[in-house]
Antibody
Framework: QVQLQQSGPELVKPGASVRISCKAS????????IHWVKQRPGQGLEWIGW????????KYNEKFKGKATLTADKSSSTAYMQLSSLTSEDSAVYFC??????WGQGTTLTVSS | QIVLTQSPAIMSASPGEKVTITCSAS?????MHWFQQKPGTSPKLWIY???NLASGVPARFSGSGSGTSYSLTISRMEAEDAATYYC?????????FGGGTKLEIK
């Protein structure tokens, strides 16, 4: 069965960077897009970007260019999102999703000193 | 970017009642997609390409619309339908979501 397993909650200091992982199983990793979505507490959904692991092409929401970097490791069927220069505005739950039909459980990021 | 405005933002419905949630786009889009999210869980794809039910979605749900106006309808509200519903457009980058409609059971 298709599963996306995300890394655990993160507590990081302002100015730092963090990498969130999304490990895929149950399907051919290189054949489907992985999308990343941000959800601030009590707020709606925001699309960050996608990566196609087959050719590692990426597309970003302009708002997240310079903030998020999407990568993928075919050998481990894992997609990654690195967030840099973190501020309190980056505190949120981050989701990965395979072509929108399967979602990870979400990773809670808290940016606090 | 295309702004999606959902209405109402919050609503409640009695069991058996018909429910309609609307999503208005600031520019014309080819299709609309809908997600359901319950508290503390990941969103689920609910309706794709305007009117197609995702796997496992009850037949009491339907979607329709075109251009700048789309809707999600529940023919008869059930308790398990209480959730927040989001519309999404993927016709133009950046892909955007509506602000959500929180649907409660009376």
């Amino acid at each position: 069965q298709v599963q996306l397993q995300q890394s655990g909650p993160e507590l990081v200091k302002p100015g730092a960077s963090v990498r969130i992982s999304c490990k895929a199983s149950g399907y051919t990793f290189t054949s489907y897009y992985i999308h990343w979505v941000k959800q601030r507490p009590g707020q709606g959904l925001e699309w960050i970007g996608w990566i196609y692991p087959g050719n590692v092409n990426t597309k970003y929401n302009e708002k997240f260019k310079g903030k998020a970097t999407l990568t993928a490791d075919k050998s481990s069927s894992t997609a990654y999102m690195q967030l840099s220069s973190l501020t309190s505005e980056d505190s949120a739950v981050y989701f990965c999703a395979r072509d929108w039909d399967y979602w990870g459980q979400g990773t809670t990021l808290t940016v606090s000193s | 970017q295309i702004v999606l405005t959902q209405s109402p933002a919050i609503m409640s419905a009695s069991p058996g009642e018909k429910v309609t949630i609307t999503c208005s786009a600031s520019s014309s889009v080819s299709y609309m997609h809908w997600f359901q999210q319950k508290p503390g869980t990941s969103p689920k794809l609910w309706i794709y390409s305007t009117s197609n039910l995702a796997s496992g979605v009850p037949a009491r749900f339907s979607g329709s619309g075109s251009g700048t106006s789309y809707s999600l309808t529940i023919s008869r509200m059930e308790a398990e339908d209480a959730a927040t519903y989001y519309c999404q457009q993927r016709s133009s980058y950046p892909w955007t979501f509506g602000g959500g409609t929180k649907l409660e059971i009376k």
